[in-house]
């Protein structure tokens, strides 16, 4: 066990987060989410929804800063309200990012095709419509560790 990692994070999500690169995306998925529109690492968190494990990956995860829209949604239909769960969405990423979610939609077919070439995915027992997304990482800042770290011994 590790200090401070939230118990909802799988040793192999915190594994598949370390290996992301700038630009490396995050698919987190619903559970009605198709098979055929993720990619072959999925890491499986079904006792759990998406926002509380968006929550738990934004502590550690930076959203990549040089692209408009690091955060993609899947788009409802033209007669379909925005769900709920897209305001919570940004709420958790207000909390981790200085210019929050900063989110688009993707059309359901054209979401699926980049969810296939994501990173990884984690699929989830989200029951909420529309709960998709997809994260960018970004790149994490030198100001943004801790400068006092040295694992260095002092002689």
């Known amino acids: 066990m590790l200090k401070q990692i939230p118990p909802i994070i799988p040793p192999e999500l915190m594994k598949i987060m370390m290996e992301m690169g700038h630009g490396d995306e995050l698919l987190l998925c619903d559970g009605n989410y198709p098979r055929n529109g993720s990619p072959e690492r999925c890491v499986r968190m079904d006792g759990y929804g998406v926002p509380e494990i968006l929550d738990a990956i934004l502590r550690f995860l930076p ?40 989110e688009a939609q993707l059309e359901r077919f054209d979401f699926y095709e980049r969810g296939r070439k994501a990173y990884a995915c984690v699929a989830t027992g989200e029951t909420a419509l529309y709960a998709n997304i997809i994260l960018k990482k970004g790149v994490v800042k030198p100001d943004s560790q801790s400068k006092n770290l040295n694992l260095m011994p002092q002689h």
């Open 63 to 102: 959203l990549d800063a040089y692209v408009e829209h690091p955060a993609l949604l899947m788009a409802t239909g033209p007669e379909e309200p925005e769900p709920e769960v897209w305001r919570t969405y940004r709420e958790i990423g207000a909390r981790y990012e200085p210019d929050g979610l900063r």
